[in-house]
């Protein structure tokens, strides 16, 4: 072998981020044909040398087609930064592979098998020790876990970015390959021309500088310099009949053996290796730490800051003194010791009691469908057994694209009941975000109506296909549904349940709103469900007797758990808007219901149609003993107005989110004992049960940095503890570890909520709004809610939201209100108005804008998107357009 290192190409000098002193050439022996090939590498040996700093290990980073060692460029910058501030240090080797980048064109087609020996080779030439993790992109992530599978002696951990080493026998290749590799099309666009080049350059998000592209373009100027690009394209293999399917179908068998830390960074947007590719990887890799990063594509490595994710993986995982590999991501022994009773206890026990267990009202015919817990057991298990009847199994996903009811009901519970991974998103999430959130956790298998049926096929989501109701042989073929609920419910009449999952098994992953950005998949345990429903039912007194009325979707589903009837009202759930005073009336009378759930958005109407009101409507509604509106903070005067309509009932606003329904409660009374306080913002009350919350002290920058704790007055991110709090977020590691990120080490579950706050000398949390909404001032960190609370002193503001301008550190308050009367568009305040309230305000504000109405998230109706706000509030007043937020 070879080992001598060659002068340098030319055209290395000048590239953009490219420093020509981590370049090197070597000579490497090609062990079949005996020829020495030049490989360019960038190495940063010779630097770590210069700073006198030894190596923990080294990452092999293998590129892709059509790139070059210049895609990881940035990792090798970073590494060296990383490694003359103190951190461990790793040596980054990065490749061209032969025919690729600068290094030698050999004239011969590489196939897959050849790539992963001539990889080994020049591993070999180098002398390299391990510990090594591999780091790939694209096809270079298949000769990177080729070269892991075949060096289990040095291998350390494997990293990949969109890759693949498996493709589903009879489905067709992406349309970008298909299109590269047709007769008479792989030639022209690939070799003679820089097509292929130029189109995956194009798919960077944002589009990368012209200096970036040259750099790309430099080693294949000429058709010959890009021969190698159209070898590696025609070298895809897609089956048995290809060169290179063996070798792929064994790097991918030898990856499902892997138990080394792994890291898996996707774009979800890349044409090409999509989120089936992933889905693939994450079953092969189940310990594998994954992120997702939205919105990006391909090139992820020019997307999205990756060198800084594969860092922190490298010292939380894999340098010395990491752990070997991370703990199940589910598993919380410290606080799993409480009694467990699976979310399907009570209906088991009432299995055959005929009483109403399920009311739905808001039947599309205008009926009122009764269902007992009898039928509804019986419906269960019919359809838990008939799904695993046709091979549904344990931690498999299932999405329910079924609005709330009987059915949902139903099928949630079967699912849950033979382990299968229900995931729920909301349709209020609108077309594109429930897509984005049904194909990122990637399904299994699709139960759902028409319309929702019809959007998978449509966007070319995954998974199997159940319809809810039996459809016409036609429909189903348009549709791509194999089946309907009731024929998987008259398969599963005389078959076998299979075992129930254990408390520590993945239930389901619920979807947050979306209000602060794209939204999030929130993992549970069946523990930690059935822990949401042990603390509702302890804090509330609910039993079997109580009977619920639920307008708020996510506690509809809980009715069966907790052994209590519940009913629906007549209303469409996902826009809570429709929800009418007489509708609840209604469902309360015929359930003689004890306790009303409502979301915030849907009280807003109750109270606005009070009017229409009969006298027995307003008889069922004394009967009502507890109020409960959750999902976003209600004020006084919304909460004592629906506390008229149920003059009995105490009401509740509990603080929650998706990721831990259930934080603090408070009531009206609370709320009008808080209201003397002079503390700012919602107080939210204090913790439930055994709850805890802590406040991390914002610095100047308006940074959650201080240690958390229980000190009142100071203004912070609020952290939560419960037993009930979720997992981990789905596919999603960077932001599940920014989320328990310096949080208590007492062995509880820990979750940085993102709301800003404090406590009050009393326990009591106060809400003052979210990080992104913090203003960073020249007096320091500012929260919104209290100027906006008021705000809304003044009788001509129903609603109003205070955001910044201007730069970070120098913010300038701006107030955006509605008005009452509604404003018919958006302007300046009128002199008057901007008066009134630049006096009611503590913090000056530099301009008072006025819009029809605020822009709210979808499913709420309630949480002011501030971030929109105030972009818009900088544009306008810097002489933009005067167009509605």
Excluded at 666 to 674: F, K, S
Aim: a negative charge.
């Amino acid at each position: 072998m070879s080992g001598a290192d060659s002068p340098l190409p030319a055209g290395l000098a000048d590239l953009a981020e490219l420093d020509p002193r981590w370049s090197r050439t070597l000579g490497v022996t090609d062990s079949l044909t005996g020829e020495t090939h030049d490989w360019h590498l960038l190495d940063t040996e010779a630097e770590l040398d210069r700073l006198g700093v030894t190596p923990v290990g080294t990452v092999l980073a293998v590129h892709g087609n059509p790139t070059w060692s210049y895609l990881w460029r940035r990792i090798v910058a970073a590494s060296l930064a990383a490694a003359e501030a103190g951190a461990p240090a790793w040596r980054v080797i990065a490749v061209d592979q032969l025919n690729m980048g600068f290094s030698a064109r050999t004239g011969a087609a590489r196939r897959l098998e050849q790539r992963v020996r001539d990889l080994g080779e020049l591993t070999d030439t180098l002398g390299l020790s391990g510990p090594v993790v591999t780091l790939g992109h694209d096809w270079g992530g298949v000769v990177a876990l080729g070269w892991a599978v075949d060096h289990p002696e040095l291998l350390a951990g494997i990293a990949s970015l969109n890759t693949a080493v498996h493709h589903p026998l009879g489905v067709p290749i992406p349309a970008p390959l298909r299109l590269a590799t047709a007769r008479g099309v792989l030639a022209t666009s690939t070799v003679s021309t820089p097509a292929f080049l130029e189109t995956t350059l194009s798919l960077a998000r944002p589009a990368l500088s012209v200096e970036v592209k040259n750099a790309y373009r430099e080693p294949y100027r000429s058709a010959a310099d890009r021969a190698g690009i159209g070898a590696f394209v025609a070298d895809i293999p897609v089956d048995e009949r290809d060169v290179s399917y063996r070798e792929l179908r064994r790097i991918a068998a030898g990856v499902s053996m892997l138990t080394v830390p792994a890291l898996l960074l996707w774009g979800p947007d890349d044409p090409i290796f999509g989120d089936r590719y992933l889905d693939d990887l994450v079953d092969r890799l189940p310990h594998a730490e994954v992120h997702r990063f939205e919105g990006a594509s391909h090139l992820i490595a020019e997307d999205r800051p990756y060198a800084d994710a594969v860092l922190t993986w490298l010292a939380d995982r894999v340098a010395p003194g990491a752990p070997a590999s991370a703990m199940a991501a589910d598993a919380h022994p410290a606080i799993d010791d409480a009694p467990y009773a699976p979310l399907w206890a009570a209906l088991d026990a009432r299995r055959d009691d005929d009483a109403d267990a399920i009311i739905d009202m808001a039947t599309r015919d205008g009926s009122v469908r009764h269902v007992s817990w009898r039928r509804l057991n019986d419906r269960v298990r019919r359809i838990a057994a008939g799904l695993a009847s046709i091979g549904v199994r344990r931690g498999q996903r299932v999405s329910v694209l079924v609005p709330p009811g009987p059915t949902l009901t139903a099928v949630i519970y079967a699912c849950l009941r033979i382990g299968a991974v229900v995931v729920v998103a909301d349709a209020g999430l609108g077309v594109k975000g429930l897509s984005r959130a049904v194909r990122g956790a990637w399904p299994d298998v699709i139960i759902g109506e028409v319309k929702g049926l019809a959007a998978a096929k449509a966007l070319g989501w995954p998974g199997l296909r159940i319809s809810t109701a039996t459809l016409p042989w036609a429909s189903r073929r348009a549709l791509g549904v194999s089946d309907s609920l009731a024929g998987i419910a008259a398969r599963g009449a005389d078959a076998a349940l299979p075992a129930e999952p254990s408390p520590h098994d993945l239930a389901a992953i619920l979807f947050t709103s979306g209000s602060t950005g794209p939204a999030k998949g929130v993992r549970y345990t069946h523990r930690q469900l059935s822990a949401v429903r042990d603390v509702l039912a302890a804090h509330f007194g609910i039993t079997a007797d109580t009977g619920l009325v639920t307008g708020f979707a996510p506690f509809a589903l809980l009715g069966p758990a907790l052994g209590t009837r519940s009913a629906t009202p007549d209303m469409d759930v996902s826009a809570p808007r429709t929800l009418t005073a007489r509708a609840v009336a209604a469902a309360v009378r015929e359930a003689d219901a004890r306790m009303v759930f409502l979301s915030p958005a849907a009280i807003l109407n109750v109270v606005a149609t009070a009017g229409e009101l009969t006298a027995n409507d307003r008889a069922a509604l004394e009967g009502v003993g507890t109020f409960l509106s959750t999902g976003a903070p209600v004020g006084e005067p919304l909460l004592a107005a629906t506390a008229a309509l149920m003059p009995n009932a105490e009401p509740h606003t509990p603080y929650g989110m998706t990721e831990c329904l259930l934080v603090t409660d408070i009531t009206l009374d609370g709320i009008r004992a808080a209201a003397d306080a002079p503390d700012r913002g919602v107080c939210v009350g204090a913790p439930i049960g055994d709850n805890r919350v802590l406040i991390s002290a914002l610095d100047a920058s308006g940074r959650p940095v201080g240690e958390p704790g229980s000190a009142p007055g100071v203004l912070g991110e609020v952290v939560i503890s419960a037993r009930h709090l979720k997992s981990s977020y789905d596919r999603l590691w960077l932001t599940d570890r920014a989320a328990t990120a310096d949080t208590p080490g007492d062995g509880g579950r820990w979750h940085r909520t993102g709301d800003v706050g404090h406590l009050d000398t009393q326990g009591r949390l106060w809400i003052e709004g979210r990080l992104p909404h913090v203003l960073t001032t020249a007096d320091g960190p500012v929260a919104p809610v209290g100027t906006e609370q008021q705000l809304e002193q003044s009788p001509r503001v129903r609603r109003a939201a205070v955001v910044g301008v201007g730069p970070e550190g120098l913010r300038q308050a701006v107030a955006v209100v509605e008005t009452v009367p509604a404003a018919s568009k958006p302007g300046l305040a009128d002199a008057d108005l901007a008066a009134e309230l630049r006096a009611l305000s503590s913090l000056p504000l530099v301009a008072v804008l006025v819009v029809p109405e605020l822009p709210t998230d979808i499913r709420h109706n309630s949480k002011i998107d501030r971030q929109r706000l105030s972009a818009w509030a900088e544009a306008t007043l810097a002489g933009g357009r005067m167009e509605r937020p």
